[in-house]
T-cell receptor, first 113, second 110 residues
Framework: GAVVSQHPSRVICKSGTSVKIECRSL??????MFWYRQFPKKSLMLMAT?????????EQGVEKDKFLINHASLTLSTLTVTSAHPEDSSFYIC?????????FGQGTRLTVV | SQQGEEDPQALSIQEGENATMNCSYK?????LQWYRQNSGRGLVHLIL?????REKHSGRLRVTLDTSKKSSSLLITASRAADTASYFC??????????FGTGTRLQVFP
């Protein structure tokens, strides 16, 4: 199946700093990628839809200035958590849509201390 | 976009038994995808079934789709302890964003 690589898999950062998470589709082009957040024992919550070459579309309640999304190419989207706070600690997962379906990265465990 | 509702919420079986989980949705779709998520990991794409297909197989997985009832089922045959995970369905179209429900938590005991 199609491969989506997400990096890093785990990151610890200090409050107030920014963290960038990368999502790459390795063997297909993805004009659309999605970013999700997942709390422990909960389902995935869609944060935003990332379209190559245009601005991301954010779901209601998601702060676009805090969660900056860039989709610079057909194989790469990045999520930057700016001025991170402990409440931003979570599991973040990206998804890339291809012709055969939507495929997910391995997830990034973010811990803000 | 719409959210699929998985049923049951939790399922416990012994190794070697079959596991069946269901998904219901509300409006017409172009396709439906099933995913598996192991604890603390990303989602693994299991299978995509299109609206004009009624059944699809992949290894020990069998997926059915009944568009008249707006439902799908995922059958895992001869389950293994390694099948222990949460399973999610995602109904929609090729341009839809995927919205997830709470999934079915499958526990397979050795």
């Amino acid at each position: 199946g199609a491969v989506v690589s997400q990096h890093p898999s785990r990151v610890i950062c200090k409050s107030g700093t920014s963290v960038k998470i990368e999502c790459r589709s390795l063997d297909f082009q993805a004009t659309t990628m999605f970013w999700y957040r997942q709390f422990p024992k909960k389902s995935l919550m869609l944060m935003a839809t990332s379209n190559e070459g245009s601005k991301a579309t954010y779901e209601q309640g998601v702060e676009k200035d805090k969660f900056l999304i860039n989709h610079a190419s057909l194989t790469l989207s990045t999520l930057t958590v700016t001025s991170a706070h402990p409440e931003d600690s979570s599991f973040y997962i990206c998804s890339a849509r291809g012709g055969a379906g939507s495929f997910f990265g391995q997830g990034t465990r973010l811990t803000v201390v | 976009s719409q959210q699929g509702e998985e049923d049951p919420q939790a399922l416990s079986i012994q190794e070697g038994e079959n596991a069946t989980m269901n998904c219901s949705y509300k409006t017409s779709i172009n396709n439906l995808q099933w995913y598996r998520q192991n604890s603390g990991r990303g989602l693994v794409h299991l299978i995509l079934i299109r609206s004009n297909e009624r059944e699809k197989h992949s290894g020990r997985l069998r997926v059915t789709l009944d568009t008249s009832k707006k439902s799908s089922s995922l059958l895992i045959t001869a389950s293994r302890a390694a099948d222990t995970a949460s399973y999610f369905c995602a109904p929609g179209g090729f341009t839809d964003k995927l919205i997830f429900g709470t999934g079915t938590r499958l526990q397979v005991f050795p």
